[in-house]
């Protein structure tokens, strides 16, 4: 099933051979604390060449170097590797930090391939985490140039119980994979992946334990989903549901929900066409969706959970809904349409209702790459986080600041839904300029029941990347798999 996945690297768990460290034709990495202190596998490394750690420690730039941080020395002597890195740990170095560190290796390192003298760190499974994440690369449309057909993507990681550190690596291991799949999923072209081709893609869970059905139009029209349908209304590509269920615990299911537009032009409102090519990302929800229900099945987490994806594609043509067209909701709400660029909060909707009449869940997460707003309000650092429900938004965010994922909450209020009031319908679906990630979240709020603990994620600004930064991959970034993976181990797991 993994025939359309990015994989990450090959972790290799060994014993230290010097033989074989000093012969790897890749890039060499320690880890060194702020104190300039090093470890016996660094003092080893420093010996066989010629002292260059030891040098590079006691100079300014050494001092200078802010941790968590890497330098890069270049084809050290007495070895046959390409580059030697010496990342700098903080003092009380966090999990995260340590991640953080393996992503920059991994990306200093480029596919040259890695080896990675982490001794007895006990944050070994986070460095290995961090060069699988830093490692992906979305270059399967490239045609290859001759220099790279060989080179290495290799990733030892020399320990000092290679089985304990192998055996304690298989957890992060499936969120490393479950984050590649959501990045795949957000980078593909609309061409590639259309509706169907998402569909056909999580229908292949089924190989993992998940249970997957898919609704198809005729379905979704007898169920009553209208505002997700007249999404999709001017496309050629049929809309669908896609429900995803892994069942590793019993009782009512968390539920997400992702808002999954292969392709958003804005409709009839149609966008400008300045960037219009990287709305091949506004399925992000639903691919972060994907990812941690994939995630979940292969670390059979002992959870109850359930993803909806409303899988549609926005395009103007003779059918396609118009500015002032009146649409009926499967709650029953009318809704006047007034910009069809406004479209997420419309599959969201139907979608919220139908997973709450189906699966009645214990709470529900819905993500999307819903309002430009959100941008303009807090830049691309930080998804904006809605919330009815204080003690499932701070478990989140604090789920979020554990692995470094920025997130940061933002207000409902109901006084905002004046801005909602239609002359001709219930509701519209936008208001005017002003607060119009708040107002996305208020017209989502009122197909959420009353009782339910819920989270709105608006990942507009995180989803994606204009450059290379940090941890972060220049195109899709994966956001918010491992924070909602931790989520669900520290408070939807049944011990």
Known sequence: ??????????????????????????????????????????????????????????????????????????????????????????????????????????????????????????????????????????????????????????????????????????????????????????????????????????????????????????????????????????????????????????????????????????????????RMEEMTMDMAGAAVVAGVMKTLAMRKSPSHVVGALGLVENMPGGRALRPGDVVKSLKGDTVEVINTDAEGRLVLADLLWYVQDTHKPSAMIDLATLTGAIIVGIGNELAGVFSNDDELVDAFLCAAEREGEGAWRMPLHDPYDKLLKSRVADIKNVGDRSAGAVTAAQFLKRFVKADLPWIHMDIAGVAYSEGKSGAVPKGATGWGVQSIDRLIKERFEVT
């Open 1 to 274: 099933m993994d025939a359309n996945v990015t994989k990450p690297p090959e972790i290799q768990f060994i014993p230290a051979n010097w033989e074989s460290i000093s012969s790897f034709a890749g890039s060499l990495a320690v880890f060194v604390p702020e104190n300039g202190s090093v470890n016996e596998l660094a003092r080893k490394l420093d010996n066989i060449c010629g002292g260059q750690i030891s040098k590079y420690l006691a100079s300014p730039e050494f001092v200078d170097l802010k941790a968590p941080g890497i330098e890069v020395i270049g084809y050290p002597g007495g070895c046959t590797a390409r580059s030697l890195l010496v990342a700098k740990v903080p003092v009380d170095a966090t999990p995260e930090q340590m991640k953080r560190l393996g992503t920059g290796i991994a990306m200093k390192a480029a596919k040259s391939g890695v080896c990675v003298l982490a001794g007895d760190l006990d944050t070994i499974s986070d460095i290995a985490l961090g060069v699988s994440l830093g490692s992906y690369s979305f270059d399967r449309y490239r045609t290859a140039k001759p220099d790279q057909k060989n080179r290495e993507n290799s990733l030892l990681v020399v320990t000092g119980d290679p089985k304990i550190a192998s055996d304690g690596y298989h957890s992060a291991a499936a969120v490393a994979k479950g984050v590649n799949f959501t990045r795949d999923l957000v980078n593909e072209p609309a061409n590639i992946l259309t509706t169907c081709e998402f569909a056909k893609r999580v229908s292949e869970f089924r190989e993992l334990g998940l249970s997957v059905s898919v609704l198809e139009e005729a379905e979704l029209e007898r169920i009553g989903m209208r505002t997700l349908l007249s999404v999709g209304a001017g496309s050629a590509t049929p809309s669908k549901v896609a429900m995803i269920e892994w069942k590793g615990a019993s009782g009512p299911p968390l539920a997400l929900v992702g808002k999954g537009v292969v392709f958003d032009t804005g409709g009839i409102s149609i966008k400008p066409a300045l």
